[in-house]
């Protein structure tokens, strides 16, 4: 008999071997993003840090904002009470 008529035995067992390595491989990315490595620590700690420095700039931007619409505010109050030339 030839070689691969035993292996129609083996099929089963033969076509889990891709899974098993898809599952070891995505087990291995997970565990390295879950408890991460010194390099991906400190990306996360960079890109925490820019985030943050962002939204210092955002809070300023708004203030800048909120004082602009004020003193706008002010300003047509302030001529439309004032007398009209004619």
């Known amino acids: 008999m030839p070689f691969w008529f035993y292996l129609k035995d ?5 076509a889990t071997i891709p ?10 990315r997970w565990l390295r993003l ?3 490595d010194a390099e991906g620590q ?3 700690a960079d890109l925490r840090n ?9 809070a300023e931007m708004q203030e ?5 619409e ?3 505010k002010g300003l047509r109050e302030a001529h ?5 030339s004619s």
Do not use: K, T, Y
């Not at 899974?19 to 291995?28: E, F, P, Q, S, Y």
């Open 10 to 14: 083996l099929m089963p067992l033969l």
């Open 19 to 28: 899974l098993a390595v898809a599952v070891i491989w995505i087990g291995n």
């Open 34 to 36: 879950r408890h991460g």
């Open 42 to 44: 400190a990306e996360i």
């Open 50 to 58: 820019e985030v943050d420095a962002l939204r210092h700039e955002l």
């Open 64 to 68: 800048r904002l909120d004082f602009a």
């Open 70 to 72: 004020r003193l706008l």
């Open 80 to 84: 439309s009470e004032l007398p009209r």
